[in-house]
């Protein structure tokens, strides 16, 4: 898989994707990320990529002209995505989606400011994605969510293979079961005696009830939408 990465922050790359088992994919070039600086497409000298909002208001938005040259110089652009609040809400099923044909790139537009120019979405195919209900300063973080929730999919990320993602919260068509690990008896505080006994039968249907119940109290909604 492979991410075009446009920003003003070239910096922040590859930030949190550096480490841990995403970071470990890409030193196995599991995936590729190129980072083009949309500065380096000013209008000017000085850098400036954003101006004043027409119609009034506060806060500027990023001109239509350096991001247009930012996304002509890419040869392989794949799906471009700019991240907004405006963009349908990012879940599970929408990463497995997007990690479904794992030869695709995808490049992705990281707004700053009051966000970019509406003139750049209607002129290039982009899809906008939001990562949750609340205002980020910059779509890099955004950026990040959507590599390392695509990344830890692919073949060969995971230690467990398959098994490790499989068995996660809403891969499971709800929220995951409590997770116990050694000593078995802490602070006076026991593991339940099920996960202690070998019996998989029992354990299993322990946790499918934990998961239903931990579902059904906190996250309604994620029951009604596996009912769909
Ligand atoms: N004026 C915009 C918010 C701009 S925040 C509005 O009211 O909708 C600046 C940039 O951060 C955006 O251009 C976007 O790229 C990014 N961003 C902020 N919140 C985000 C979210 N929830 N999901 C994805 N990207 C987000």
New binding site residues.
Partial sequence: MHFNILTIFPEMFPGTLGAGVVGRALEKKIWTYDVINIRDFAINNYGSVDDEQFGGGN?MV?RPEPLAAAIDSIKNRGKII??????PRLNQKMVREFVADTNTTYTL????????DQRIIDEYDIME???????????EI?AEVFVDSCVRLLDNVLHGGSESTDNESFEIGGLEWPLYTRPSVWRGRNVPEVLLSGHHGNIERWRKQQSDEITKERRPDLIKENKK
């Fill in positions: 806060g990023m700019y991240f907004s609040p405006r963009g537009i990281c707004g700053r400011y009051e966000g970019i994605l939001s990562i949750g209900d609340y205002i980020l300063s910059g779509g955004a």
